[in-house]
Nanobody, 124 residues
Framework: VQVVESGGDLVQAGGSLRLSCTAS????????WAWFRQAPGKEREGVSC????????YYADAVKGRFAISLDHAKNTVYLQMNSVKPEDTAMYYC??????????????????WGQGTQVTVSS
């Protein structure tokens, strides 16, 4: 199983960025897909998650209304559209696949397959 993130970059506050996550070695449609992030000196936190059907999503309060997660089943790709980014969004962003979807929370223990991360830096 291989999960690979891309799209991280240096962006100015207020700008936009789209992260991508591709997966191989698993049946894409059988998994819930999530984005986590970890800033230096801080614990990893859940950002967003989407159910395998694409009809249910979860967002952390810190990103609600600014970020959007989506699936492209044909491309086995998950996206995280980041709008109106803030300096506090600076972190390494990780994509993960898991067999359990929770509508009201996001737990890293539910996810077994992780990518190596892509760095997002937001300048003020």
């Amino acid at each position: 199983v291989q999960v690979v993130e891309s799209g991280g970059d240096l962006v100015q506050a207020g700008g936009s960025l789209r992260l991508s996550c591709t997966a191989s070695g698993l049946i894409f449609d059988n998994y819930a897909w999530a984005w986590f992030r970890q800033a230096p000196g801080k614990e990893r936190e859940g950002v967003s998650c989407i159910k395998w059907s694409g009809d249910s999503t979860y967002y952390a309060d810190a990103v609600k209304g600014r970020f959007a997660i989506s699936l492209d089943h044909a491309k086995n790709t998950v996206y995280l559209q980041m709008n109106s980014v803030k300096p506090e969004d600076t972190a390494m962003y990780y994509c993960a696949a898991g067999r359990k979807y929770r509508e009201y929370t996001l737990l890293s223990d539910d996810f077994l397959n992780w990518g190596q991360g892509t760095q997002v830096t937001v300048s003020s």
